[in-house]
């Protein structure tokens, strides 16, 4: 069970590539699903290639749609390179492989952008299934791009994303490359539900992330072993697989021995399938068992591997077997990848690829795995066959009729009982590989499992190898191991070369990284400086502000200060216009004084003469005094 944190991303991802190459299924896949990536890149000047796959004629003119999605592109900025492989629209096909391999080969870069595997269009699908065949298939091209990572990205069908990439700076670019799809726009408002699908995938991210896009991202080397079924699941909840016309009647053989525990898990991984196929259990003399479901076949006592096998297909009551031993798993794929390539196929035998999952016992008693390898990815070879076995029995699909007629497992063997009947039952017609991983191989140390128990190089191992080639020494002369030694010798010459190269490649980077990181020392130091000068700064802001500040005060008193003076010299002037008006007031009152003094003098002698006594007597006789 996840945790929340582990089932959305919380933070964006800085999801960057030296060199991105973007594969889209239609002219318009490329800006309506990655569009805010790939504008991240170019205005980051980072080399970008675009293939476009099909030619989009079913919905519009293919020249039209070609230049739009030229003009789309070089909306968003910088340069991007154009291809169009031009595969007719809605049919999409196999022959699709090479020319993305030429492109992966010739740019290789290490961020690849590809259509999510739970796509719902038969072109996003399958555009997405060509490129993850086309990785686990070609093992010098897994050496050229081991580096590299993988981002499933979606349009049409939202996928559970590991890894959420902040588009805001760039959306509004985004929609207008968009809108340059005018004939698509004419029937889709794609602008609309690209904008809807970012908002929402910003939904957890940090509040100024308005925009966002969704992917899933994965390395290489571990898609390189993961099958189909599983990359699904792990994008989201997908749609029914691809079926086949019909159902081809299949019977799944398992033989086992009181390992009833893995009986159970390899039961269900066949039955995880779906796919309608009879299921024979063949107990060979281990203690009794109680199945439903299946068509149980009973040996009191062990008779071997050959036998119980041979028992299994005998039993059977369909066209075509399949066969599982206890310790092995099926992939939900597995029985319809083989069903889907026997119909109309006139072969002798159809085989997938497997993984080998190495387990070891834990502390707590289980087992947990400690390696997970592509062992088993060859094409047919006849004459290899007869040198050496590379088709493990559980990726097989063979016709009943052909089991029996070619006389099934030698009970002489009981190692290598499966190569030996390949070996013959090569000689019935070509077998057919289809380059999937589709079911797992277990080894458990310390448990039962035959390859494990005789490995490569021990004495048993030489000795079960040196039975089948004494046994079909008829077919086996010089120019048959002459043949497989150049073959082999080529084979590993250019994977030697690879190596060379990838190593070659790897000690360079070696010293870039060594580089950098001087660089990245340097960088840092120089930071530190950087920092201890801002702080500095900084300091002198912080006494310049409290200087500021200081001035600011004494401006507010030299002002408070400015207009007590000029209401001093208001009062100033004031006082003096009043000592003045005062001086004048005591002048005037002086004057007056020496006046009334002057005029009391004149009084005194008028009074004091005769002419007033005179007078007085005159006035009282007038009666008036």
Not at 121 to 146: K, M, S
Not at 524 to 548: D, F, K, M, P
Not at 576 to 589: G, I, M, Q
Request: glycine share 6%; proline share 5%.
């Amino acid at each position: 069970m996840l945790i929340e944190a582990e089932s959305i991303p919380y933070e964006p991802a800085q999801l960057r590539g030296e060199r991105l190459l973007v594969l889209a299924p239609h002219p318009d896949d490329e800006v309506i699903g990655c569009g805010g990536l790939v504008a991240l890149h170019l205005a980051e000047a980072r080399p970008v290639r675009v293939v476009v796959a099909t030619d989009g004629a079913q919905a519009g003119d293919a020249a039209t749609r070609e230049e739009e999605s030229r003009r789309a592109l070089a909306s968003l900025g910088g340069h991007a390179q154009l291809e169009f492989l031009r595969f007719p629209d809605r049919a999409l096909n196999d022959a699709a492989a090479e020319p993305l391999r030429e492109h992966l080969l010739a740019f290789r870069p290490d961020l690849v952008l590809v259509p999510s595997p739970i796509e719902i269009h038969p072109d996003h699908f399958a555009l997405a299934r060509i490129f993850c065949e086309l990785v686990q298939r070609g093992e010098t091209l897994f050496a050229d791009l081991a580096v590299t990572r993988v981002a499933f990205y979606e349009v049409g069908q939202p996928i559970r994303p590991n890894a959420l990439v902040d588009i805001t700076s760039v959306a509004d670019a985004k929609y207008a490359a968009i809108a340059e799809h005018a004939s698509q726009l004419a029937t889709r408002d794609y602008v609309s539900y690209a904008r809807g699908l970012n908002a929402y995938r910003a939904m957890t991210l940090p509040r100024e992330t308005k925009f966002a896009e969704g992917y899933f991202v994965i390395d290489l080397p571990s898609l390189h072993t993961l099958p189909l079924s599983e990359l699904r699941a792990r994008c989201g909840t997908p749609p029914a697989l691809e079926t086949a016309r019909e159902p081809l009647p299949v019977s799944v053989v398992i033989r086992t021995k009181d390992r009833p525990a893995l009986l159970r898990e390899a039961i269900d991984s066949v039955r995880a399938t779906g796919y309608p196929c009879e299921i024979v259990v063949v107990n060979d003399g281990g203690a009794a068992l109680a199945l439903d479901g299946v068509t149980l076949v009973q040996h009191e006592t062990s008779r071997g591997r050959s036998e119980a096998a041979n028992a299994g297909v005998r039993a059977a009551t369909n066209a075509f077997v399949a066969f599982l031993d206890d310790d092995d798993r099926f992939y939900p794929e597995h029985l319809q990848t083989l069903a889907t390539a026997a119909l109309g196929s006139s072969h002798a035998a159809w085989y997938t690829d497997a993984v080998s999952l190495f387990l070891r016992p834990a502390e707590s008693g289980a087992y947990e795995a400690h390696a997970r390898l592509r062992l088993f990815a060859q094409d047919f070879d006849r004459e290899l066959l007869l040198v050496d076995n590379y088709i493990p029995l559980p990726t097989l699909l063979i016709r009943r009729d052909d089991f029996l007629a070619v006389g099934g497992f030698d009970p002489a063997f009981d190692l290598f009982e499966d190569w030996d009947f390949l070996i013959r039952l090569a000689e019935r017609g070509d077998f057919l590989r289809v380059p999937r991983v589709t079911c797992e191989i277990r080894h458990f140390e310390g448990g039962s499992s035959v390859v494990l128990a005789a490995p490569e190089g021990s004495q048993r191992f030489r000795d079960a190898k040196r039975q089948v080639w004494a046994k079909h020494a008829a077919r086996i002369d010089n120019d048959v191991f002459a043949n497989v030694l150049e073959r082999q010798k080529s084979r590993t010459g250019a994977l030697y070369a690879e190596v060379i190269e990838a190593k070659g490649s790897a000690d360079s980077a070696h010293i870039d990284i060594a580089r950098l990181e001087r660089e990245k020392q340097t960088l840092i130091a120089q930071l530190g400086e950087s920092h201890h000068t801002i702080n500095g700064y900084a300091q002198r802001v912080r006494e310049l502000e409290g200087v500021t500040a200081s001035m600011s005060f004494l401006e507010e008193i030299a002002r408070d200060h400015e207009q007590k003076v000029l209401a001093l010299d208001r009062a100033t002037r004031e006082n003096d216009a009043l000592r003045r008006a005062n001086a004048e007031t005591h002048e005037a009152l002086e004057r007056a004084r020496v006046e009334i003094a002057r005029l009391n003098g004149l009084l005194e002698t008028i009074y004091g003469s005769k002419t007033w006594r005179v007078h007085t007597l005159l006035e009282r006789a007038r009666g008036r005094g």
